[in-house]
Nanobody, 124 residues
Framework: QVQLVESGGGLVQAGGSLRLSCAAS????????MGWFRQPPGKEREFVAA????????YYADSVKARFTISRDNAKNTVYLQMNSLKPEDTAVYYC?????????????????WGQGTQVTVSS
């Protein structure tokens, strides 16, 4: 069992930056791929970024490449999402998720554990 708690969301102007954190409980954090997803108002949840547990391979949605960076600190059981050059279309509830899988980790069904989400609002 893995429990996830996100933090770091808030209101920011377009062009600004935020760093989201996701703290995980449990001794198996280092053996879980971690992902970030987001759900814009009135839309479905979508993939943002993921980092695998064994090699640290990263995946990004095209919409956030070169702007967002995912990283993890296994000693702190924490995964981060650094978001730069934010745009109004990045406004969404951001969710952290965990899975023991390492392949195909860019879709919602591949993840077993989810946090409660943190709101990110980007004003124009």
């Amino acid at each position: 069992q893995v429990q996830l708690v996100e933090s770091g969301g808030g209101l920011v102007q377009a062009g600004g930056s935020l760093r989201l954190s996701c703290a995980a409980s449990g001794r198996t954090f280092s053996r879980h791929t971690m992902g970030w997803f987001r759900q814009p108002p009135g839309k479905e949840r979508e993939f943002v970024a993921a980092i695998t547990w064994s090699t640290g391979k990263t995946y990004y949605a095209d919409s956030v490449k070169a702007r967002f960076t995912i990283s993890r600190d296994n000693a702190k059981n924490t995964v981060y999402l650094q978001m730069n050059s934010l745009k109004p279309e990045d406004t969404a509830v951001y969710y952290c998720a965990a899975t023991p899988r390492e392949f195909g980790v860019v879709t919602v069904p591949m993840y077993d554990y989810w946090g409660q989400g943190t709101q990110v609002t980007v004003s124009s």
